[in-house]
Antibody
């Protein structure tokens, strides 16, 4: 079945970087754009941007430009999201999710909790 | 960026109630709207896409309607497992934004 499996929880110091992985299975990795969405405690869902796994092209939300980098390794069907210069407000659950035909985000990873604390 | 405003933000209801959640877009988005259910500690679950198409496996008590700037999600008869937070999302252009969420709680 189609699955997105993310890496485990992370605790980081302010100013550090975090890199979250999203391993896919059950479908052709390069056929669907991959998005990253986060949810801070008590907050709503925030789309950080997307990557085209076939070309490597990316489009980042303005809020995260300059701090976020989305990459992939097609040989292992895995997407990555790296966020740098972390602050406490970056404490959140980060999800990878694929977009199907401009219609919706149909499959989601289980989420990765990133805690930023000194 | 397109803003999505959901109402109400909090909805208290009982099992068996019919509930309706509204999502208004700051500009026309045709039918590029999806609805998700979110429970604590779980990933969002897609319920409806293209404003009114039920995702495979989602119970028939869920339905969506609307086009342009106003959309609704209706749960025909609320079940115990439906108590959750619901989000709308547009996919008309970038960035894909979400509504602020509607929490459906037990009355």
């Amino acid at each position: 079945q189609v699955q997105l499996v993310q890496s485990g929880a992370e605790v980081k110091m302010p100013g550090a970087s975090v890199k979250v992985s999203c391993k896919t299975s059950g479908y052709t990795f390069t056929d669907y754009h991959m998005y990253w969405v986060r949810q801070a405690p008590g907050q709503g869902l925030q789309c950080m941007g997307w990557m085209n796994p076939k070309s490597g092209d990316t489009n980042y939300a303005q809020k995260f430009q300059g701090r976020v980098t989305m990459t992939r390794d097609t040989s292992i069907s895995t997407a990555y999201m790296e966020l740098s210069s972390l602050i406490s407000d970056d404490t959140a659950v980060y999800y990878c999710t694929r977009e199907v035909g401009m219609n919706a985000f149909d499959i989601w990873g289980q989420g990765t909790m990133v805690t930023v604390s000194s | 960026d397109i803003q999505l405003t959901q109402s109400p933000s909090l909805l208290s209801a009982s099992v068996g109630d019919r509930v309706t959640i509204t999502c208004r877009a700051s500009q026309g988005i045709s039918n590029y709207l999806a609805w998700y259910q979110k429970k604590p500690g779980k990933a969002p679950k897609l319920l409806i896409y293209a404003a009114s198409t039920l995702q495979s496996g989602v119970p028939l008590r869920f339905s969506g309607s609307g086009s342009g700037t106003e959309f609704t999600l209706t749960i025909g008869s609320l079940q115990p497992e439906d108590f959750a937070t619901y989000f709308c999302q547009h996919l008309n252009n970038y960035p894909r934004t979400f509504g602020q969420g509607t929490k459906v709680e037990i009355k």
